[in-house]
C-alpha cells in the first residue's frame, strides 16, 4: 500500500529532537468507541480463520489466539500470518472498517497548537494501517504536522512485518532517516514498546490518560497503579504536558 510519505532522510538540523508519536489512545481516546469497534471485527475474522470453513471458532478459541500471539509477538497480526496464512492487507482492511468512526473519536481540544510548541519535526509511528491512521490524523487536523506517517505496512524488514516493539524495525527506521537514537523521544501509552526504544538509547515518554488499570494491551503487563517504570524518562498525563516537561527530554 502507498503512503503518502516514504522512509527517506529528513532534513532536520543536527541537535533538534525526533518526536515519534503513537497514535490510538496516545493523541486521541481510541478505547472510547474505536477500540471496541476494532476488536469485534478482529474476533469476527479470527473467528473465521480459526473455524471449519462452515462454524466460526468459538469465543473461547478466539480469545485464547489473539492473546496468545499478543503475547508472543507484540501484534496479533503475527501469529495469523506465520501461522495461519492470513494477508495482512486483507485482516488490516477487515478489522478497520469502520462505517462511523469520525463520530467514535474523542480528542482533546489544541493538538495543532501543541504540536507547534514542541521543537524538531515530528513522525508518526503508529501500528494501526495507513488509511485508519490518515483518516483520523484529518479529523484531529494533525496531518499537516508529521513530516512523516510510518504505518504499519511501512513496518516491514527483510520483506517481513515487524510492528513495535520491534527493535529491528527501530534500529531500520533510525538509519533510513539517518538518526540517532538519542534525538529521539518516542511519546506512547504502550509500555512494551517504550522499553524496546529505551533499550536503544531513545528517550521516552509514557502517555496514560486514555490506559484502563490491568489492561495488558496498553500497560503490557497488569499493574495496579500506574508507576513510571525505569525505561520511562517522562510519564505525563497528556501529551498537552509535554512542552513543561521537556527539560526532561534533552
Not at 478497520?96 to 519535526?121: D, F, N, S, V
Not at 501500528?127 to 485508519?132: D, F, I, K, V
Not at 538519542?182 to 517504550?194: F, K
Not at 509514557?206 to 490491568?214: A, E, M, P, R, S
Request: charge should be positive; proline fraction near 5%; aromatic fraction near 6%.
Amino acid at each position: 500500500m502507498a503512503s503518502f510519505v516514504d522512509w527517506s532522510p529528513v532534513n532536520i538540523t543536527r541537535n533538534s529532537p525526533v518526536w515519534l508519536f503513537d497514535l490510538d489512545n496516545t493523541l486521541h481516546n481510541a478505547s472510547h468507541a474505536i477500540f471496541p469497534a476494532i476488536m469485534a471485527n478482529m474476533n469476527v475474522y479470527i473467528a473465521r480463520v480459526l473455524g471449519d470453513g462452515v462454524t466460526p471458532a468459538s469465543e473461547e478459541i478466539v480469545n485464547a489466539a489473539r492473546t496468545k500471539y499478543w503475547r508472543r509477538y507484540g501484534a496479533t497480526i503475527l501469529g495469523l500470518v506465520k501461522h495461519h496464512g492470513v494477508i495482512p492487507a486483507h485482516f488490516l482492511h477487515e478489522t478497520h472498517a469502520l462505517a462511523e468512526m469520525a463520530q467514535m473519536i474523542r480528542a482533546e481540544r489544541g493538538l495543532r497548537q501543541l504540536m507547534r510548541r514542541l521543537p524538531g519535526r515530528k513522525i508518526l509511528l503508529t501500528n494501526a494501517p495507513h488509511r485508519y491512521s490518515t483518516q483520523v490524523l484529518r479529523h484531529l487536523g494533525l496531518h499537516r504536522e508529521f513530516g512523516h506517517h510510518v504505518s504499519v505496512e511501512s513496518m516491514t524488514v527483510h520483506r517481513q512485518m515487524r510492528p513495535k516493539p520491534s527493535k529491528l524495525m527501530l534500529r531500520h527506521l533510525m538509519r533510513r532517516h539517518r538518526l540517532t537514537p538519542q534525538r529521539c523521544i518516542l511519546v506512547e501509552d504502550t509500555l512494551a514498546n517504550l522499553r524496546s526504544a529505551h533499550a536503544l538509547g531513545m528517550r521516552t515518554a509514557w502517555i496514560t490518560q486514555y490506559l484502563t488499570i490491568g489492561d495488558t494491551a496498553g500497560l503490557a503487563h497488569p499493574q495496579k497503579r500506574l508507576i513510571r517504570p525505569a525505561y520511562v524518562d517522562v510519564k505525563v498525563k497528556s501529551v498537552r504536558n509535554l512542552p513543561a516537561r521537556l527539560h526532561h527530554l534533552r
